[in-house]
Structures are given as structure tokens and as C-alpha cells.
């Protein structure tokens, strides 16, 4: 009897992943206005985290954060995740190749479940892709309280070709 072991884990090199910081937390404005920061690159996980701040705010007598901070997040989370994974698929390919491949990367659809009020210190973010097709993606991500707790959850799709 052969045993076979499954394949190693893709493993992002040191200069495709600060490429992909940089795209991701500098060159897209937007997140830097939301104080996105990404906490894990992988190619079948994303994740990030989003400290409050008092811009954030969307209701002023409960400091919660906003509902458009909530989606823009989840949204952005779903393309990074759409980006490791296209990353993930190109290994050939060297780190600067295979960051040029996001230029056309777009939200098709994207929807958004408020489950609780985001109160607290800061939120974390998570994305993983569940079909990467040859031109669209599906992802689902996740917005979670410092405690863990799921506040809310999401689906999108993304034009990736």
C-alpha cells in the first residue's frame, strides 16, 4: 500500500506579499481612510483589521461604526482574497508578474449581513475565495468584534479576467 501525502501549501514569497501591502494598504486610498491593515496573506485566507477611530463613527450616541465602513471592508477583503488566490494560481510566475494581474479586478456583486451593532475597539476582517473561475470569482468574508464575535458576514463576486 503507497501512501500519498497531499501537496505542500502555497507559500507567498517576502516580496510578493509586501507587494501586495502596498497595493492593498497604500495605493488604494479608500482602505487607508478606513485604517485597513492586513494581519495574514495567504492563498486561501486574507485577513486584516480595522482599529476605530472616531471618523468611523455611523451612530454618534452608541459609537458604532458605520454600515459603510462594515461593507467597504468586507468588500475590500473580498478582492484581497481574490488576489492571493490569483497569486496562489500563478506561482510560475515571478512576485512582479503576478502583481501587474490585478488591474482588472472589480466587484460584480456584493452582498452584506448585519447580525450586530459594530461596537468596539477594532474589528477584524477575513475573505476567502470559494471559486476562482478563469473570470469570476466567489468569495465570502467575515467582520468580527476584538471578541470574535461574528457581527457581520458577507458574499461577493468579482470580475477577475
Known amino acids: 500500500m503507497t501512501k500519498t501525502t497531499a501537496p505542500a501549501p502555497t507559500q507567498f514569497e517576502p516580496e510578493f506579499i509586501a507587494g501586495l501591502k502596498a497595493i492593498f494598504e497604500e495605493k488604494i486610498v479608500f482602505n487607508q481612510v478606513l485604517g ?3 494581519t495574514s496573506l495567504l492563498p486561501d485566507r486574507v485577513t486584516a483589521r480595522i482599529d476605530m477611530k472616531h471618523e468611523l463613527i455611523g451612530h454618534y450616541s452608541h459609537n458604532r461604526v458605520h454600515g459603510g465602513v462594515i461593507s467597504a471592508g468586507l468588500d475590500a477583503m473580498g478582492g ?3 488576489m492571493a488566490a490569483i497569486g496562489a494560481r500563478h506561482m510560475d510566475e515571478t512576485p512582479e508578474q503576478r502583481l501587474h494581474r490585478f488591474g482588472k479586478l472589480g466587484t460584480i456583486d456584493l ?3 448585519y447580525l450586530r451593532p459594530g461596537i468596539g475597539e477594532h474589528f477584524e476582517l477575513s475573505a476567502e475565495v470559494l471559486r476562482l473561475g478563469s473570470r469570476v470569482a466567489s468569495t465570502r468574508m467575515e467582520f468580527r468584534g476584538a471578541d470574535g464575535k461574528l ?3 458577507g458574499s461577493g463576486a468579482y470580475i477577475v479576467s
Request: glycine share 0%; with cysteine; proline share 0%.
Open 36 to 38: 485597513l491593515k492586513i
Open 80 to 82: 484581497l482574497a481574490c
Open 111 to 113: 452582498r452584506i449581513d
Open 151 to 153: 457581527l457581520s458576514c
